[in-house]
């Protein structure tokens, strides 16, 4: 069975509905976005991201190359959960 097929326009979203304080909170990079949240939120979307990214480049492949099963299990470890 072949494997996943890259996808040029994979990206990692993540979007906080916490915030409450009016600031706007945007931090991007080559295929991620993370816009809201409170201060907590939102820093615990970049560092889940950065988590993320860091086991994705160990493992030698880039977002859109990943299975669902595979971005599932590495978000979850990437998250603590």
Do not use: C, N, W
């Not at 931090?27 to 991201?49: A, K």
């Amino acid at each position: 069975m072949p494997g996943p097929k890259e996808d040029p326009s994979a990206m990692l979203l993540g979007l906080g509905l916490d915030g409450q304080d009016e600031h706007k909170r945007i931090t991007r990079g080559d295929d991620f976005y993370l816009v809201g949240g409170s201060e907590e939120t939102h820093e615990r979307m970049t560092e889940t991201t950065i988590k993320f990214k860091e086991k994705l480049a160990r493992k030698g492949k880039r977002l859109g190359e990943l299975s669902r099963e595979e971005f599932t299990d590495m978000m979850r470890e990437a998250s603590g959960k």
